[in-house]
Each structure stands twice: as C-alpha cells, then as structure tokens.
C-alpha cells in the first residue's frame, strides 16, 4: 500500500529538515536568532500541514485551498491559525515579506524533492495528496502574510505615535541629504512649516553645522555605520545653543543603504552644567585663575611645546609676605578680597599667552612662554614686585605687603613639569631669607640658588 504523503512528511521529516537548514542559513534576519528555535518552527509548520492533509475538506473548503485562503464563512472560534502566528513572529523577529515567503518556497522544494524521489512514477492518488500539499502551503502563505501585514500595519501605526510624540527632532534624510521626513519635534526646533522642510538639505536651510553634518551623512551613507556627534547652533526657534545628534543608515531588504535617519537632542542645559563642574574642579574659585590641577597641565602642554619648538619656557612661583599678618588682624574677608586683587595684578603683568595660576593660600605661579633669558624673566618679576609692593585699599583699611618669587627655566633647569615647579619653588624660598632680595634663579650646577646682586 502507498505511504500517504502526509505520513512521508512525519516519517522523513529530519531528513527535509536538514535541507531546510541549508536554506535557513541564508536568511539575513534568522542570523540573529536561536537555531533549535529555528528547526522546532519549521518542524511545527509540517506537522500541521501533515495533519491538515489528512483532514476531510468539503468542496467548498477544497475550492478555498485551491485559491490559497480559508473559506470565509470558517469558524476560527476566535484563534489564530498557525500560519497567522507565524507570520507575526517573523514581522516581530525583523524578517522581510520575501524571507518569510522564502521559508514555505524552501520546505515546498524539500518535501517535493524528497517525495518523488521516493514515488519516481506518480499515482493518481499521490498527486491528488500533493496537490492539497501544494494547495495547503499556498493557504499557509495567505494566512501568513495577511497576519504579517496586519501586525506591520499595527506597528507602523505605533511607530508613528511615537515619532508624533517624541521631544526630540527625528528626520530622515534620503542618499544626497534631503529631509524626506520629519516629526512634528523638528518643525518646532526649526520653527518652520512641514512641507517647507522637506526637500531640503542642511545648507538649503542655512545651519551654520551643514558641512560636518553632510560629511558624516556621507561616511555613514558609504560605511553603513552609525555617528555621534555635536553641534552648536541657534535655530530661529531660539530653542538650545548644544545639541547631540545620533546618525545611522536604513537598509533595504538587499541590505542597500536607501537612507539615514537622524535623532538629535537639545543638550544646552546639560552642556552648561558641564562645563561648570569642569571650571569649579579646575579653577580657584575665590580669584578665578587656574588652580594647580589645571596648572600642571597647561605647564606640561608648555613643556611639550618647547620641546617640539626648540623654545624655552620660564616658571615664576610666588609666596606673598605678611599676609598672614593681614588675615590675623584684619579677618578672612579682607584676606579674601587681598588674594583676589593681588591676582589682578599679577595678571596685569604678564601677557594674555602666559598663564597666571594661585596653588592654595598665598602662593601664586606664572608660566612665561618663550622666556628663556634671565633678563626678560627678571623684569616680569620685577614688575611683579613693583606692582604688589603698592598699597592696597580694601574697605576702610590700607594693606600693605611684599611678595618673595623664585625662577626656574626649561630646559635648562628641569624638563619635567613637577621638577620645573619644585626648583622654582625652591628659589623661592631662597629669595625669602634673603634680606635683600625678593627674587631668586634657580641654580641646578652647583645645588644652590642664586639671587641677583
């Protein structure tokens, strides 16, 4: 007696599996998931078309398979059919209408070319069951894709309520930088009208960021890669000055890229608050000058300038002279109020290029670019001392105190940033028990430091 078809199917069901996972492993969207789950899929859609082609069908219901579809009076009872499920699995797992297709057209080739291998001369009966085999992955392909289309349409409704209601500005922009979409969020940001917008490329619309913009579009257009960045801009919306943008390709089913599609976000407040705690940890917050943190590391950036130059570079520290007396009789207040005009004064004798700098309580530093002569840095500490020597009026009192400064020089001295600053910082000390002197060179040959006559 001749195996039904649909026995064969359970009977040889690994082998048509087998060839099926051949084929599966050039579905694109499939890479990404569970293989067993992959195989116990397909193993479900033969089984249930096994059982379907064992099942007695009307005329009326064998008229319906033969056009691919259900009879329209079929009681479901509510239930989707497998093929349904199936079809929004694979809309939910990212696969395109052809994949999904793809996956029926391979189990069709399998089951039919292991069949007749087995029945190389067909009865009429064995064609009869592989007609309603054929009739039934037709039905199955309907059912499939109707339920695909229903859950893409669902989900395009969705994704259009969130693009909708999404704060930040979503456009998408086609192969030469055209606007071909953009949510309500973007014509806020822009302050321009829907239709104005579209058609339009970032220089069409004047923002002061098209040329970078356009030129990561293009990278990430030709790369098929994704591109953080930022920009500053004010929009006639007057909406934010800093924004962050995220850029990242869509690709057709051949895995083309057809366009880009950028997110990008109002980061101002975010950016200001930023650059406020970068400003606290580096600078002194009573005089406003750099503290040592930001200090050392403009001295080593100096450094690293010199040595590339072929330029010198000198470092000038300084202690001041009797503000302890000042705190003490005066109180904290004026002391503050001292140590802040003492900064201005130190910064009204260097240059705009050289960095003043307070390390912590009366200490201050100076790094002099291109100042490697003894001559040109001694008359900056001159001036230095001139200008601290004057009185200082602060409220109803009349301050009066001196300052004690030591010089070092790159490379001549030190090359490292730290070394350059303790020589400096012994100088100083040197030119504090002078009682002569308020300035002192450092002197590495014979370990001593040297004040000027």
């Known amino acids: 007696?001749?195996?039904?078809?649909?026995?064969?199917?359970?009977?040889?069901?690994?082998?048509?599996?087998?060839?099926?996972?051949?084929?599966?492993?050039?579905?694109?969207?499939?890479?990404?998931?569970?293989?067993?789950?992959?195989?116990n899929h397909a193993r479900d859609m033969l089984l249930e078309i096994a059982d379907d082609l064992d099942s007695h069908q009307s005329?009326?219901?064998?008229?319906?398979?033969?056009?691919?579809?259900?009879?329209?009076?079929?009681?479901?009872?509510?239930?989707?059919?497998?093929?349904?499920v199936h079809g929004g699995d694979r809309q939910t797992s990212g696969f395109s209408v052809i994949e999904t297709v793809?996956?029926?057209?391979?189990?069709?080739?399998?089951?039919?070319?292991?069949?007749?291998?087995?029945?190389?001369t067909t009865a009429e009966k064995q064609l009869e069951s592989l007609t309603r085999f054929h009739e039934a992955i037709d039905q199955a392909v309907a059912?499939?894709?109707?339920?695909?289309?229903?859950?893409?349409?669902?989900?395009?409704?969705?994704?259009?309520?969130?693009?909708?209601?999404?704060?930040?500005?979503?456009?998408?922009?086609?192969?030469?930088?055209?606007?071909?979409?953009a949510n309500k969020a973007t014509a806020d940001l822009f302050a321009m009208k829907y239709e104005t917008i579209i058609g339009k490329t970032a220089f069409d619309l004047g923002f002061s960021f098209a040329t970078?913009?356009?030129?990561?579009?293009?990278?990430?257009?030709s790369d098929q890669s994704t591109f953080r960045g930022k920009f500053a801009h004010v929009f006639s919306s007057e909406q934010g000055e800093q924004f962050e943008y995220l850029l990242a390709p869509v690709l057709d089913e051949n895995l083309r890229t057809e366009a880009a599609v950028c997110i990008s976000r109002d980061i101002t407040e975010r950016a200001i608050a930023e650059d406020k705690i970068w400003?606290?940890?580096?600078?002194?917050?009573?005089?406003?000058?750099?503290?040592?943190?930001?200090?050392?590391?403009?001295?080593?950036?100096?450094?690293?300038?010199?040595?590339?130059?072929?330029?010198?570079?000198?470092?000038?520290?300084?202690?001041?002279?009797?503000?302890?007396?000042?705190?003490?009789?005066?109180?904290?207040?004026v002391g503050d109020r001292l140590l802040s005009e003492v900064a201005d004064r130190i910064t009204d004798c260097v240059r705009e290029a050289d960095t003043v700098a307070r390390l912590g309580g009366d200490e201050f530093t100076v790094i002099l670019t291109g100042a490697g002569q003894r001559n040109g840095?001694?008359?900056?500490?001159?001036?230095?001392?001139?200008?601290?020597?004057?009185?200082f009026n602060i409220g109803?009192?009349?301050?009066?105190?001196?300052?004690?400064?030591?010089?070092?020089?790159?490379?001549?001295?030190?090359?490292?940033?730290?070394?350059?600053?303790?020589?400096?910082?012994?100088?100083?000390?040197?030119?504090?028990?002078?009682?002569?002197?308020?300035v002192c060179f450092f002197n590495p040959s014979d370990h001593a430091d040297t004040c000027p006559a």
Not at 212 to 221: H, T
């Open 102 to 120: 793809s996956e029926f057209r391979a189990l069709r080739a399998s089951v039919v070319s292991h069949w007749t291998k087995a029945h190389p």
């Open 396 to 438: 109803q009192h009349l301050v009066q105190i001196s300052v004690s400064i030591g010089i070092t020089f790159y490379p001549q001295d030190a090359s490292a940033p730290v070394a350059l600053l303790e020589a400096a910082d012994r100088a100083m000390y040197k030119a504090k028990k002078s009682e002569t002197n308020r």
């Open 143 to 181: 059912e499939s894709l109707e339920q695909y289309a229903t859950v893409k349409e669902m989900e395009t409704r969705l994704f259009g309520a969130i693009l909708v209601a999404s704060p930040d500005p979503i456009y998408v922009l086609d192969l030469d930088g055209r606007i071909v979409y």
């Open 1 to 39: 007696m001749d195996m039904q078809l649909s026995d064969f199917i359970r009977a040889e069901i690994e082998h048509i599996l087998q060839d099926w996972e051949e084929f599966a492993k050039g579905i694109f969207s499939a890479r990404h998931m569970d293989k067993a789950g992959l195989r």
């Open 212 to 221: 970078d913009f356009q030129r990561n579009l293009d990278k990430v257009i």
């Open 279 to 333: 400003y606290n940890a580096h600078h002194d917050l009573l005089t406003g000058l750099p503290n040592r943190r930001l200090f050392l590391d403009r001295l080593e950036q100096e450094v690293k300038h010199a040595k590339r130059s072929t330029l010198s570079l000198a470092v000038l520290f300084m202690d001041l002279d009797g503000f302890k007396a000042v705190n003490d009789s005066f109180g904290h207040e």
């Open 377 to 391: 840095a001694g008359i900056v500490a001159q001036n230095i001392i001139n200008a601290i020597s004057m009185p």
């Open 59 to 84: 005329e009326s219901e064998l008229a319906a398979s033969s056009k691919g579809r259900r009879q329209a009076d079929e009681p479901t009872d509510g239930a989707e059919s497998w093929a349904e």
